[in-house]
């Protein structure tokens, strides 16, 4: 069992940065696929950004330049640095795990076992 823990959302105005930090409860992140997704409401829940065992690392298309995910083996945390925020990136974004072989350089799917309870990012126009 993992347990996930999300921190740093808030307010923000469009054209402004804030950086997610998600703690978790296990010393091996580094044998996990981790990944920030978001939900917007009335929409789908979105993958924005994985990091695979080996150090791989994938973006959504609306979000590719703007964000970038990066974990610290020691703290065991997952961060989501997003620049350049937009009103369309509101939303609850979550922090989500699995298991994967430590070889791993991607993280297809959608499909994660550990789930964080989220934090809400708002950006305004």
């Known amino acids: 069992q993992v347990q996930l823990v999300e921190s740093g959302g808030g307010s923000v105005q469009a054209g402004g940065s804030l950086r997610l930090t998600c703690a978790a409860s296990?010393?091996?992140?580094?044998?996990?696929?981790l990944a920030w997704v978001r939900q917007a409401p009335g929409k789908d829940r979105e993958v924005v950004a994985t990091?695979?065992?080996?150090?791989?690392?994938s973006y959504a298309d609306p979000v590719q330049g703007r964000f970038t995910i990066s974990r610290d083996n020691t703290e065991n945390t997952l961060a989501l640095l997003m620049t350049d925020l937009k009103p369309e990136d509101t939303a609850m974004y979550y922090c989500?795990?699995?298991?994967?072989?430590?070889?791993?350089?991607?993280?297809?799917?959608?499909?994660?076992?550990?789930w964080g309870r989220g934090t809400q990012v708002t950006v305004s126009s």
């Open positions: 296990t010393s091996l992140m580094w044998r996990y696929c």
């Open positions: 990091l695979a065992p080996a150090g791989g690392t």
């Open positions: 989500a795990t699995r298991s994967a072989p430590v070889s791993a350089m991607e993280c297809p799917g959608t499909d994660y076992t550990y």
